[in-house]
Nanobody, 120 residues
Framework: VQLQASGGGLVQPGGSLRLSCVAS????????MGWYRRAPGKQRELVAV???????NYATSVRGRFTVSRDNAKNTVYLQMNSLRPEDTAVYYC???????????????WGQGTLVTVSS
């Protein structure tokens, strides 16, 4: 199983970006999908998570600005980021909890990270 994240880049304050993360490989089903980030000099933190039925949870700092969504048919999770601030600058990582074919348990997989830089 592999996760491939994309969509990062340089954006001005107040701008928007959309991150995507697609899982591929021997996948039976996917549980929670989430986005985390690690800012320079800080620990990794949860940004947003979405359950298989579409329930969501957000970090307080991004609530109302970021929207997480998923396409189960494409094994993909998205993060729409609006009203970006310099403090949103970080490497963003996706995380999928996956049941692989032939197993009956969840395994957490991480994407490679995509850099988001918010600067004028």
């Amino acid at each position: 199983v592999q996760l491939q994240a994309s969509g990062g880049g340089l954006v001005q304050p107040g701008g928007s970006l959309r991150l995507s993360c697609v899982a591929s490989g021997s996948i039976f089903s996917i549980g929670d999908m989430g986005w985390y980030r690690r800012a320079p000099g800080k620990q990794r933190e949860l940004v947003a998570v979405i359950t298989p039925d579409g329930s969501t949870n957000y970090a307080t700092s991004v609530r109302g600005r970021f929207t997480v969504s998923r396409d189960n048919a494409k094994n993909t999770v998205y993060l729409q980021m609006n009203s970006l601030r310099p403090e949103d600058t970080a490497v963003y990582y996706c995380n999928h909890n996956i049941v692989e074919k032939g197993t009956d348990y969840l395994t957490g997989y991480w994407g490679q990270g995509t850099l988001v830089t918010v600067s004028s």
